[in-house]
């Protein structure tokens, strides 16, 4: 059976749990959600796994979709008797959340996983080793509240993984790098070791870097089939699911969505900085506060590039996502004001 700390129940979780309603507290358990489909959440809890549904009060009150669980959240549910089944009451605050706002005639927001601790960054020892979207990568995990880990993967085919080492660290000074082979097991059993008492981790990272390689090497190869959820749909057919969050035999736990999979860099705001600390750093120094880095007399970032401290790529790469998100941000506002223009628009019909 498993437990709540097996979970990624901590003291904190304890906290928001004993702030809920007494009532609430009396006939529900904590679970956590371990699938979602159509509004429909698999939850674990520490006396079984039920397909389980938001109560009518938490659906009245909920008015986007962050009102409701994703893969990864904690809620308080119910056991509906005589069934393996049961009902949420309500969604115990998030500590970090991946989302995606889609730009398309009006935003919408998909929530990708929730409570992630630990973002691997898995990038291959090869060609797919890049340092711009390693950047990318970093921004979208500082977003999400996640603790980012670098991994570069497939070191048995790689003869110089220092060299791609040391251009992490300069890309993210301060974040762990670990070198792995899923072939050999290299490197594994410090990964092993950053998901102990019962830490949650998401891989980021490209189609054929060997994220599921390493799923099932943390699985103990093999173990991810019995994961499988076997039940009895709407019409009485038997079908099979996989959980999208995965407890690991040596402790941990391992969110793997096909949202995380798509992941992209949407909505990023302040984070720019963080990832791009060294270019923060030199704007400090430049002689005017407001300065743009063109052709200001004094700028410290046009300096470091014409010194060659700071190599033009990385400072056109920071550019770039100036423009995206800015890009963003417009699209966000236009399609509010629209919104708002069709909200206004059903309030005089409904006169
Ligand atoms: P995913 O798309 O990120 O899930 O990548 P996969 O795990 O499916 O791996 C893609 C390919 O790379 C497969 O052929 C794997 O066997 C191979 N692969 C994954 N990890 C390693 C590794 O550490 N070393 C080597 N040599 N090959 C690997
Ligand atoms: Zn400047």
Same mark, same amino acid.
């Given at each position: 059976m498993t437990n709540l700390q097996q979970l990624g129940w901590t003291a904190l979780r304890e906290q928001d749990w004993t702030a809920l309603p007494e009532g609430m507290k009396q006939k529900s358990l904590p679970g956590r959600v371990t699938l979602e489909h159509k509004r429909m959440y698999r939850v674990i809890t520490e006396e079984g796994e039920w397909l389980s549904v938001c109560s009518g009060t938490m659906e009245h009150m909920a008015s986007e979709r962050r009102d409701f669980p994703a893969v990864g959240d904690w809620v308080a549910v119910e056991k509906m008797p005589g069934e393996q089944r049961g009902i949420i009451h309500s969604l115990l605050p998030r500590t970090s959340l991946f989302s995606r706002k889609s730009a398309g005639m009006t935003i919408? =927001?998909? @929530? @990708?996983? /929730?409570? *992630? &601790? @630990? *973002? +691997? #960054? *898995?990038? /291959? #020892?090869?060609? $797919? +080793? &890049? =340092? %711009? %979207? #390693? =950047? %990318? !990568? #970093? @921004?979208? /995990? !500082? $977003?999400s509240g996640a603790l980012p880990v670098i991994l570069l993967t497939k070191k048995d085919l790689c003869a110089e993984a220092e060299v791609f080492i040391e251009k992490a660290q300069r890309i993210a000074p301060g974040t762990d790098i670990i070198a792995v082979s899923n072939h050999t097991g290299e490197g594994l059993d410090e990964v092993q070791a950053i998901l102990q008492n019962g830490k949650t981790a998401a891989l980021l990272g490209s189609s054929g870097v060997g994220k599921s390689s390493l799923t099932n090497a943390l699985l103990d190869d093999g173990k991810m089939e019995i994961q499988d959820i076997r039940e009895d749909d709407a019409k009485g057919r038997h079908t099979t699911t996989h959980r999208e969050l995965l407890l690991l035999p040596h402790g941990g736990i391992l969110i793997d969505t096909p949202g995380m999979r798509e992941f992209q860099l949407w909505d990023q705001g302040d984070s720019l900085d963080a990832s791009f600390q060294d270019i923060d750093q030199l704007a400090h120094s430049c002689k005017f506060s407001d300065c743009q880095h063109k052709k200001e007399p004094g700028c410290a970032v046009q300096t470091a590039i014409a010194e060659g401290i700071l190599p033009a790529e990385r400072y056109d790469s920071y550019l770039k996502l100036q423009r995206e998100l800015a890009f963003l941000e417009k699209k966000l506002k236009q399609s509010e004001a629209k919104e708002r223009k069709t909200q206004k628009k059903v309030t005089h019909k409904k006169r």
């Open positions: 919408t =927001e998909q @929530i @990708i996983a /929730s409570n *992630v &601790n @630990i *973002v +691997f #960054l *898995v990038m /291959s #020892l090869n060609q $797919d +080793f &890049n =340092e %711009r %979207r #390693l =950047e %990318r !990568y #970093l @921004i979208a /995990s !500082y $977003d």
